[in-house]
């Protein structure tokens, strides 16, 4: 009897200890496989040249070797090593950006590589798969109102001759500033031309949380998250107040230093089904609107001669 309720028992705990076992990812190793080739593949192509080290005698390996990209990228060799064999390992994504740079990944590599491990690039899109040339068309022929194309993240991925000089000298900030989040807390140019400066923070803020509640996990807004918190004690108090409200249409005013008060209506054009990338267009609100943005038109077109990239 004893022996029975024993077996019994046994038996009970190794189906439940079956049935609590996680169920193996397949996809996750096929992905990991998939990095580790990728990796391989890429390190060997590059010349030691190209990266400035020396080629020595002795080298039988195309390319690099798995130590000079670890110690290009400031990572440890072991460490590297597993990545190569589809070790079950963590990369977070400031390994993944210093092996993207180590490896000298072109955009789309480097978004394969992102995509491969499992993680979302926390730099800037300067490359978006909603920014065809039909879209880039679109926005010359706003002209001369201003418009531009944001993702949900208020990254400006694109935008025509008039945005760019609007609130500020847009073509004069670095790319990984071209943020309205950033730049409405941040740039005194930007921040000037903006006549109701804390109403609009204070939309903005909103508007990022309630976007925000969708992506808390991923490293480029908690990122973009730290680095308004860090420079902004303005966005930080806003941000304390836990307000959320939805996109929407509204009447803004900007200070142009080129051609004085400007009044539109603003205007979000969704490019796809989901709330991602958006054009944001900015519709006349009076007739010395227009002629102002006409002039604003043709200081642009005096300075940049092609439109924007």
């Known amino acids: ?55 020595g005698r002795r080298r039988r390996t195309p390319g690099l070797r798995r130590e000079e990209v670890a110690q290009l990228s400031a990572v440890g060799v072991t460490w590297y090593t597993w990545l190569e064999q589809a070790r079950d390992i963590q990369v977070s994504v400031q390994v993944l950006d210093a092996l993207a740079r180590a490896l000298l990944l072109d955009p789309s590599e480097r978004a394969h590589l992102f995509q491969l491990a499992g993680a979302v690039d926390p730099t ?26 944001q993702n949900s993240r208020y990254d400006i991925l694109a935008h025509n001759r008039t945005y760019g000089l609007l609130l500020c000298d847009l073509e004069a900030v670095p790319p990984e500033d071209r943020n309205c989040m950033i730049l409405s807390f941040t740039n005194e140019d930007w921040r000037s031309s903006i006549v109701h400066l804390e109403e609009t923070q204070r939309l903005m803020a909103a508007r990022l949380r309630a976007t ?21 004690p303005e966005f930080r108090e806003v941000w304390e107040r836990h307000e959320v409200v939805a996109h929407r249409g509204k009447r803004k005013e900007f200070l ?22 958006r054009m944001v267009t900015y519709v006349l609100a009076d007739e010395a609107s227009r002629e102002r943005l006409e002039k604003l038109h043709a200081i642009a077109l005096e300075r940049r001669p092609t439109p924007p990239g």
């Open 1 to 55: 009897m004893t022996t029975m309720t024993g077996r019994t028992t046994g038996q009970e705990t190794g189906q439940e200890t079956a049935a609590q076992s996680p169920p193996r990812d397949v996809g996750s190793d096929i992905r990991r496989h998939e990095l580790a080739a990728f990796l391989r593949s890429r390190r060997e192509r590059i010349a030691p040249e190209q990266v400035g080290l020396p080629r």
């Open 256 to 277: 142009n230093r080129y051609v004085g008060r400007v009044r539109v209506d603003h205007t979000d054009l969704w490019l796809g089904p989901a709330p991602g990338p």
């Open 124 to 149: 800037p899109a300067t490359v978006c798969p909603a920014i065809t040339p039909a879209v880039r068309a679109l926005l010359e022929q706003f002209e001369p109102y201003p418009a531009c194309v």
């Open 212 to 232: 925000m509640a969708g992506h808390l996990a991923e490293p480029a807004w908690k990122m973009l998250l730290k680095r308004l918190c860090t420079q902004s």
